[in-house]
Structure formats: structure tokens, C-alpha cells
């Protein structure tokens, strides 16, 4: 739906700043004389331009002024290395505000350095436009389904004979792909504790909370695939600042927070599991709306990255970092059932204190060779039965 919803606003950019340099340089203020003018139509509601210090420059409202008072502009730490190239803001009347960011080039703006601008257009989506773009969605997709249904029928006996005998192939394919995921979280997780232990040990807790949560097996598969690469987005992050002993400043907790715009930007280019992407995106949210990056709040957060954000906590609290000591299992689970309501969702709390002893003793006090031996069984598990998995090729 984001993707209708900002099509012709993207096309429209385009056409004023050129299409990846191709076209003739824009100067700034030629391009600012542009959305300035009134008498022309705009597909989108505001402009914002940020420099290369992610000030604005320019800010244009043209439409929906009091839904646009709930749409904040850039903070501090967002690269635009790091921005999606939309997202959406849910709106007190049901409606959406999507912001579609675009990295404008020195010629673009006429100030250097190269690739350090930002261009931001938001469009307001009513609730009644809305339903209707959610409507041709799934048309779309019905139309799609029956098309695919037909193709099916045709070709059914021919791909029978084919399925029969490539079902083993496939089988190895989706489990290598699996191992491919757990060996890039196990080397993202080195880079901050000197072990794979993180990623083992996030994993299997998580798993165990869905499990305990009640979840279908495609959903385990996405809530397994995304907490392998929960912390991908550390990959951007300096040595000097993931690896510091120390507490951060606050212009290092900021940068160090963009890990996970960093991770959206990286799981965009993966064909993910679909669901999987909703971990690295949203599992340092709060059920108060206090996290970040987006400061979503209660059921908006997606189920998975709820489920993952106490797994996330109650390793960090049982394990041993280079800065404190593993806090004692009553404690670390006190604090997960204080966070119930506020930071936690109270549901997926109440999935994992029946569980947690058991987890407690099976996972946080095993060495790395026997937890990564039990993250093996599970994602044998799930990933090498007969029913197969997509990927989401759609990010």
C-alpha cells in the first residue's frame, strides 16, 4: 500500500531532481522556486529539505495542516544512509502520513559534500483513501492469486513430476539458507562481545517464547530468521563506539541508535522471510511508545518484535558484558515482569515467566559449543520439513 500511496509523488521528485544524476543539476534555490509555486499541483502534502547537518533548509506545507503537526521532522543521528525509502505514521483519524525520503547529490542542491542532503515528502492518506488503497490491494492480489491458480491448473501434472523430484534439493536449499542467516548474526554478534553467544541465545529464547505464545510455524520461521539478524544494522557502527567499555555519550547512544535504521536499509537488500524484517525494525519499540527509532506504541508494534524485545533484554540482563556483571535469575526476571505493561507487552510477559526458569537453565548456563548445538536442532526443525518457506522479495 506505501508503494501506491507514493508512486506518483517519487515520479514527481524525479522529475524535478533527475533520475540518479542522469538528468541536468537542479539548483537549490531553482528547486525551492519549484515547490513554492502554488499554481501548480503537488502529489504530496509537505517537502522538507534537510542539509548535510540535518537541518531543515526548506519546508513547504501544502495540504492537511493539522495532520502534518504530528509528523516530526528528522532527529539527531538519523543518517540518510540509513533512511527507508518510506514509512508510515499512523494519524489520530485513522489515516496515514508516509514520508518518502530521497537523497539529493551535491549537483542536485548546489552544496557538497555529495550524497549528504535529504529531501523529505509526506503525503496524508485519509482513512476513506486508505480502505480504498487497501481495497485495490487486495484486488490485486485476488486477481494475481486466480491468475497463478490458472497457470497452476495447466501446468499442474508437468510440475508434480518436477516437485516429486527436486523436494530433497529444495529442502537443502531453505536449510542453507537458514545457516547462511545464523552465520551472519554469529559474526555481527562477534563484533560487540567477542562471541556468537548473543545471537544463540536471543534466538532460542525467542523461539521459546513463540512457542510458548502459540505461534504458526510460518510465523516461527520469520520470528527465527529476524532475530538471527536482530542486530544487523551494527555493521555501520564504528568499532570505537560498539566496542567502547565505557558509558555513551549521548552523541555515541545516537549513533550507536541508529543501528536499526541502519539494519531496515540492510534487510531491504536480503530477500527476508517474510515477517523477518519486522524484528530488526521495530524490537527496540516500547508498548509505552518510549523506544526507538519510530516511538511506536502497544499492538502497532508487529507481535514478533514484542516477542523478540524481552528475549533481547533478559539476555542482556543474564549475560556478561564488558560493563557489568550478569544480573542473578530472580533479579533478570523481576525486571522483565516490572517492564509488563510499559516496556513489555503484558501478553508476551505472560508467555515467557513460565518458561523462563527452564530457559535460565538451559541456555544462559551452557558454553557456546552446546547452545549453538540446540539453535542447530531448532532450526532443523523448522526449516527442513516438507512444506517449504518463501522469501520476501518485496522489501
Same mark, same amino acid.
Given at each position: ?291 526507538? #527509532?519510530?516511538?511506536? $506504541?502497544?499492538?502497532? %508494534?508487529?507481535?514478533? +518484535?514484542?516477542?523478540?524485545?524481552? !528475549? @533481547? &533484554?533478559?539476555? *542482556? ?10 544480573? #542473578?535469575?530472580?533479579? $533478570?526476571?523481576?525486571? %522483565?515482569?516490572?517492564? +509488563?505493561?510499559?516496556?513489555?507487552? !503484558? @501478553? &508476551?510477559?505472560? *508467555? ?44
Amino acid at each position: 500500500m506505501l508503494y501506491m500511496a507514493g508512486h506518483v509523488a517519487r515520479e514527481y521528485v524525479d522529475s524535478l531532481v533527475g533520475h540518479h544524476g542522469d538528468a541536468k543539476p537542479v539548483n537549490l534555490d531553482h528547486l525551492k522556486a519549484q515547490l513554492v509555486d502554488l499554481r501548480q499541483f503537488k502529489p504530496f502534502d509537505m517537502v522538507r529539505i534537510y542539509d548535510a547537518s540535518q537541518r531543515i533548509v526548506f519546508e513547504q506545507r501544502y495540504r492537511n495542516p493539522e495532520q502534518l503537526v504530528l509528523v516530526a521532522p528528522l532527529a539527531a543521528g538519523e543518517h540518510p544512509q540509513a533512511l527507508p525509502a518510506h514509512r508510515a505514521l499512523q494519524l489520530a483519524n485513522h489515516g496515514i502520513a508516509i514520508q518518502n525520503f530521497r537523497a539529493l547529490d551535491a549537483r542536485d542542491v548546489g552544496a557538497a559534500p555529495p550524497g549528504s542532503a535529504v529531501m523529505e515528502f509526506t503525503e496524508v492518506v485519509e482513512s476513506a483513501e486508505k480502505a480504498r488503497l487497501e481495497k485495490l490491494a487486495f484486488l490485486a492480489a485476488l486477481v494475481a492469486a486466480a491468475f497463478a491458480a490458472l497457470i497452476g491448473l495447466v501446468a499442474y501434472p508437468a510440475l508434480v513430476a518436477v516437485v516429486d523430484r527436486n523436494a530433497v534439493l529444495a529442502r537443502q536449499v531453505e536449510f542453507a539458507y537458514i545457516n547462511l542467516l545464523k552465520s551472519l548474526g554469529i559474526a555481527i554478534s562477534r563484533r560487540d562481545s567477542d562471541t556468537g553467544e548473543h545471537c544463540y541465545r536471543t534466538t532460542l529464547v525467542a523461539i521459546a517464547i513463540g512457542e510458548q505464545f502459540g505461534l504458526e510455524r510460518v510465523q516461527m520461521r520469520a520470528l527465527i530468521a529476524g532475530s538471527l539478524l536482530h542486530d544487523i544494522g551494527k555493521i555501520a557502527i564504528d568499532d570505537a563506539i560498539l566496542r567502547k567499555p565505557g558509558k555513551f555519550t549521548p552523541e555515541e547512544m545516537a549513533i550507536m541508535r541508529g543501528h536499526v535504521k541502519a539494519g531496515v536499509h540492510i534487510a531491504g537488500e536480503l530477500e527476508m522471510v517474510p515477517g523477518a524484517a519486522d524484528v530488526v525494525a521495530f524490537h527496540h519499540e516500547r508498548w509505552d511508545g518510549k523506544g526507538y #527509532p519510530y516511538g511506536m $506504541a502497544g499492538s502497532s %508494534i508487529p507481535l514478533l +518484535a514484542r516477542i523478540f524485545a524481552v !528475549a @533481547d &533484554v533478559f539476555d *542482556a540482563l543474564c549475560a556478561r558484558r564488558k560493563y557489568k556483571e550478569p544480573f #542473578p535469575f530472580d533479579r $533478570a526476571t523481576a525486571l %522483565i515482569r516490572e517492564g +509488563a505493561g510499559t516496556q513489555f507487552d !503484558a @501478553d &508476551v510477559v505472560a *508467555a515467557f515467566v513460565p518458561v523462563a526458569a527452564g530457559l535460565y537453565g538451559s541456555i544462559e548456563n551452557r558454553d557456546e559449543a552446546q547452545t549453538l548445538a540446540m539453535l542447530d536442532a531448532k532450526l532443523a526443525q523448522y526449516f527442513s520439513g516438507d512444506d517449504g518457506f518463501e522469501l520476501d522479495d518485496r522489501l
